[in-house]
């Protein structure tokens, strides 16, 4: 990422609660030898169960392995005198309930609305002082739709149908976001008892298919075909479609021709932002400030986040049940239960040991698709062409390939999603199938992160309702 001056650095402002960091040592305080949960992991999923968690009386840890918290969400201070959002750099996919029930505005978040949203250049011969055309989306609808009649009415006039469309089948998905998938294995094989209790997992995906009614075709075709069939079948212009497609490949090894591409678009349009329906945004402060935000309103409940504070293995007792983790320098930390904020193959591939482990769970964990496109840099010479001047702005740069990404923030193989977002790799199989409500096959154990349902991106639900899940096992206890 580039840092073009310093009028950019100081537009983003401090959070007004951004003193947070420095006032509190996330370290300082005496370490504890029992919790009731341990939390591996201070990136936002692993902040978001550790707040809910406390708030419902579950005395909470977190050990985040570096000198921030965050994880991807995170703002640094790399090069001298500019702070920025080192990777995930935008907000939308924010659950809001987790706005309102983490009080995250008490807690110093502001947001600022990215509008207008998406900026199109084309390369175009001028013919004298004529300015070469350019496609500017936001959120006024009569705008874009002047925007786009620059290539094409037809489209235009379409624009307005795709996007109800699009929100309609966001709808739908939007009720399988906030709960673990249904627990198919429960309702065909449990007891009485659990097949009664599954009955209710299948709540969203009832209500799913209310909302999708009579078009569950149309709707199926977008979340397996390549975007780029479905957006020809909706619009003429090159324009528009590339702007749109691009949703569809963010984070992803794929192409707008590739089946299931469609899938991904759809993930990155289906959030919102203060009650706006698709809407993104900017953190003020950055995206450390959310992680910030988080974190404050966990410790203002209690629970306890310390950094560079190592996990080094998930404890396990002679009887086959989670008792703790061991840190990098001999810590024993005991607890009732262990969440893992930790993509899944060093959750269950480097910190658990494998003994406790089924050998075909394992393998399917080692056979995760993690496989990563993404390289967190401006390619300047081609910015430089629709942008004159804009090299000679740069004052700094950094460059994330997915080496680094995995070393810096435990990324598997790059990928920001810890796994990719595979139809093959989504709700009854996410990370493995049979293994999808947050628990693992170690008792005691769950994964709150990215690599659980519902996925990757800032979204908080994988920690939110990985928390409640970890909550009802406990009272059952």
Same mark, same amino acid.
């Given at each position: 990422?580039?840092a ?16 947070w960091?420095?006032?509190h #040592? ?8 029992e919790?009731?949960?341990v @939390? ?8 978001v169960? $550790? ?6 009386? %579950? ?6 392995r570096?000198?921030v918290?965050g994880?991807?969400a995170?703002?640094e201070e ?14 939308s ?13 008490k ?6 609305l ?12 001028? $013919?004298?002082?004529? %300015?070469?055309r350019s ?13 786009? /009649?620059?290539?094409?009415?037809k489209? /235009?006039? /379409? ?11 966001a709808?739908? &998905? ?6 673990a ?6 309702f065909?094989?449990? #007891? ?21 009614g ?6 199926y ?5 390549p975007?780029a069939?479905v957006?020809?079948?909706w619009?003429?212009?090159?324009p ?7 949703d ?27 009650g706006m ?16 935000? &988080?974190?404050s309103? /966990?410790a ?7 950094t560079?504070?190592? %996990? ?6 002679h ?5 703790? @983790? ?17 993509s ?5 591939l ?11 769970? @394992?393998?399917?964990? #080692?056979?995760?698709?993690?496989? #990563?496109?993404?390289?967190? &840099? ?13 090299k000679?702005?740069? %004052? ?24 990719a977002m595979?139809?093959?790799q989504?709700?009854?199989?996410r ?7 947050y628990r ?19 979204m ?5 309702? $990985?928390?409640?899940?970890v ?7």
């Open positions: 990422m580039a073009c001056g310093r009028g950019l650095s100081r537009a983003m402002g401090a959070s007004p609660f951004s003193a960091r420095q006032a #040592s996330y370290t300082r305080g005496r370490l504890k030898p919790y009731d949960a @939390v591996i992991g201070a990136g936002h999923n692993g902040l169960a $550790a707040a809910y968690l406390q708030r419902l009386g %579950v005395n909470t840890a977190v050990f985040e570096r000198h918290i994880g991807a995170v703002t790399i090069i001298p005198g500019f702070k920025f959002s080192r990777a995930s750099y935008l907000l996919l924010l659950r809001p309930q987790i706005y309102t029930e983490l009080e995250l505005k807690h110093g978040l502001r947001l600022h990215r509008n207008p949203h998406s900026f199109t250049p084309m390369l175009e011969e001028s $013919a004298g002082s004529k %300015v070469p496609l500017l989306l936001g959120t006024d609808m009569a705008e874009n739709q002047k925007q786009i /009649a620059q290539f094409s009415r489209d /235009a006039e /379409a624009f307005p149908k795709y996007e109800a469309f699009m929100s309609r089948l709808l739908a &998905i939007d009720p399988l976001l906030d709960a998938p249904a627990d198919v294995e429960a065909w094989r449990g #007891s009485l008892l659990q097949r009664l209790k599954s009955l209710s997992t299948l709540k969203p995906l009832l209500q799913a298919g209310r909302i999708v009579a078009r569950l075709p149309q709707y075709q977008v979340l397996t075909a975007i069939k957006l020809d079948q619009f003429e212009s090159e528009l479609k590339a702007t749109l497609a691009t569809g490949v963010i984070g992803a090894m794929t192409s707008p021709s590739i089946p299931g591409s469609g899938y991904v678009l759809l993930h990155h349009v289906m959030g919102g932002l203060e329906q698709g809407a993104w945004g900017y953190v003020q402060g950055g995206m450390g400030a959310l992680s910030d935000a &988080i974190a309103s /966990a203002a409940h209690g629970a306890s986040i310390f560079e504070k190592t %996990v080094a293995k998930v404890q396990v007792s009887g086959g049940r989670v008792q703790g @983790v061991v840190l990098q320098d001999g810590s024993e930390v005991r607890s009732r239960v262990v969440l893992s904020n930790a899944p193959q060093t959750t269950f480097k910190l658990t040991p494998q003994e406790w482990l089924p050998e075909e769970f @394992v393998q399917r964990i #080692s056979q995760l698709d993690i496989q #990563s496109p993404v390289t967190k &840099i401006n390619v300047f010479d081609c910015i430089e062409a629709y942008a004159p001047g804009f000679g702005s740069v %004052v700094g740069r950094d460059v994330l390939t997915p080496p680094d990404l995995e070393r810096i923030f435990g990324l598997p193989g790059g990928n920001v999603f810890h796994c595979a139809l093959d989504l709700y009854f199989a990370p493995v199938p049979l293994h999808s409500s693992s096959p170690l008792q005691g154990l769950y994964l709150c992160g990215s690599g659980a349902h519902p996925g990757g991106g800032v908080g639900a994988a920690g939110r309702n $990985a928390a409640h899940v909550f009802r096992d406990l009272r059952s206890m």
